[in-house]
């Protein structure tokens, strides 16, 4: 479910919708395509266990260090160009959430900050189109105002599942309180995972809470669970789906079964956990992570072997949308269908424009031993 899909601009309309998300941080083309090279060979050894004396943060599960194979196994056949090739990855234990941040976590932070989010904040035109081809025109004042894309079901089957835009609408006054646009709200939904939040709303949570933004190989690594080699946490299993994870059941984007309980979100640790206790690693809100989007960084990862804590690439590049700044996506959510993405899968991962704030996007922290002494309990 990926916004970021290349596709044909046919109309004035998808540009707005374009630029108006997911580009408004695009300061210039990224054609390079360097990769980060700093991350070192295996260490001598790995931090696997909690060390002696250091709490778990309540909220938070100790993931112990570990190898694992990221990328797609080769069994999956649903697995997607830019999840190859597999390689060795290493990396140190740390804590993570066991669920995603919820509304009434970000409510806490919100409270205590007065913090308003990209989605809430006034747009302005002249430091806009800095970030656009020439010539652009000024969209009319009445739509040129801050908001976030919803999802919309379409009444009959789609034929293009390239065209987002049939699917999703830009809705003035959207935002992590009025998830559904003006009029909407998160009145009893403490427990749901917050969305409407673009990376720069997540890095301002976990600076306020003492934490950072999993890497894409922490993510993995704890999405798998103890069994690092099957295609979902739970197995190889596509039919235990509905039992395991939220996501979209039927034919996308028209017809939804709610065959797992739920049409769109879900209350966070509505399904089992995988086997370190964590939940929604598979569906429901897809969620962020540190890691700069970079078509050539498997590649390069594949070529140097057996890599300890990976911070991916040092600068972004995605060749179908060059002037994005992006980072990877992990999760999959509630919208995502066999018949598109199927990125309930550990492996799978997106591109996403850091200013982009949807409603089907959140995130979850985690908190490396040496961070301890400067987190804060977000409970």
Known sequence: MALNKHYKRHTLKFLIITFLVVAISCKQEQKSKEVKETSSKIH???VKDLPEGVATPKGMIWIPGGEFTQGA????????KHEKPAHSVSVDGFFIDTTEVTNAQFKKFVDATNYITIAEREIIWEEMKKQLPPNTPKPHDSILQPGSLVFKKTKESVPNLYDYSQ????KIGTNWQQPFGPGSSIKGKDNFPVVHIAYEDALAYCNWAGRRLP???EWEYASKGKNKNTIFFWGNDSSNLSKRANTWEGEFPSKNTKADGYENKAPVGSYPPNSYGLYDMAGNVWEWTQDW??????D???QQGLIHNPEGAAKPYNPNNPAM???VIKGGSFLCNASYCASYRSSARMATSIDSSLEHLGFRTVLSV???NNSKDTE
């Open 370 to 372: 040496d961070m301890i």
């Open 300 to 302: 390069q990862l594949k």
């Open 215 to 217: 890497t894409e190989a």
């Open 325 to 327: 700044r992006e980072k």
């Open 167 to 170: 699917w999703w609408s830009w």
């Open 44 to 46: 001598t050894q790995i």
């Open 293 to 298: 989007y970079h078509v050539d960084y498997y």
């Open 73 to 80: 196994i080769t069994n999956d056949s649903m697995a997607m």
